[in-house]
């Protein structure tokens, strides 16, 4: 089956800093999502990327699709304490029939540390 | 995007009892989803609700044990059937609209805890 490797697993860092997070894939994807999710709450979409190359911006947050279409990154400039969460890649199939699967990675715990 | 509510928000139950967990959506959606989160882990599907007919399980997921039903295009129930404390889980709902790339959204999912 498909996997996504998240890395990495938990960062600590100071506030102001940026932040930088990926993921991998052992096939193709036609589609990267990234979530955050805060303790108590279900994970809310942040960035959606649907064409290699693609480069998105949402805020402080920038997110890229990668060329060979098997991974993607997720940056956050300059951050702050309500950063702070679980932030999970999602990517979608370009495989037959599974096409409405999302495979999620790992997550990455971010802790910012004022 | 959409806003989705789930309900209950939590819940504690008795081993072998069985709970269901609605899911509500604020506008008219293509595909639902039960997903399930234990402690400390990332998200695995469940089924994607189908509307009029029978959900589409996973692997490793059984209707009998989590029966779905989405009479219409916002609704949809999840039961977890004969539960035991290995159920303790986040149960989470989620939807997208339609087209072939789509964004998919969560509700705040519910928290369920099986003694």
């Known amino acids: 089956g498909q996997q996504l490797n998240q890395s990495p697993q938990s960062m600590f860092i100071q506030e102001g800093e940026d932040v930088s997070m990926n993921c991998t894939s052992s096939?193709?994807?036609?589609?990267w999502l990234w979530y955050k999710q805060d303790p108590g709450e279900g994970p809310v979409l942040l960035i959606a990327?649907?064409?290699?190359?693609e480069l998105t911006s949402n805020g402080r947050l920038t997110a890229q699709f990668g060329i060979t279409r098997k991974d993607s990154f997720l940056n956050i400039s300059a951050s702050i304490p309500s950063d702070v969460g679980i932030y999970f890649c999602?990517?979608?199939?370009?495989?037959?029939?599974?096409?409405?699967?999302?495979?999620f990675g790992s997550g990455t715990q971010l802790t910012v540390l004022p | 995007s959409a806003v989705i509510s789930q309900k209950p928000s939590r819940d504690i139950c008795q081993r072998g009892t069985s709970l269901t967990i609605q899911c509500q959506v604020d506008?008219?959606?293509?595909?639902m989803f039960w997903y399930r989160q234990q402690p400390g882990q990332s998200l695995t599907l469940i089924a994607t609700?189908?509307?009029?007919?029978?959900?589409?399980?996973e692997s490793g997921f059984v209707i009998d044990k989590f029966p779905i039903s989405r009479p219409n295009l916002t609704f949809s129930t999840l039961t977890v059937s004969n539960m035991s404390p290995e159920d303790s889980s986040i149960y989470l709902c989620?939807?997208?609209?339609?087209?072939?790339?789509?964004?998919?959204?969560f509700g705040p999912g519910t928290r369920l805890t099986v003694t």
């Open positions: 989620s939807v997208a609209k339609t087209g072939f790339a789509y964004e998919q959204y």
């Open positions: 990327l649907y064409k290699a190359g």
């Open positions: 609700a189908n509307q009029g007919s029978e959900a589409t399980y």
């Open positions: 096939s193709i994807f036609n589609t």
């Open positions: 506008s008219q959606v293509t595909m």
């Open positions: 999602a990517g979608r199939s370009s495989l037959a029939g599974s096409a409405r699967q999302l495979t």
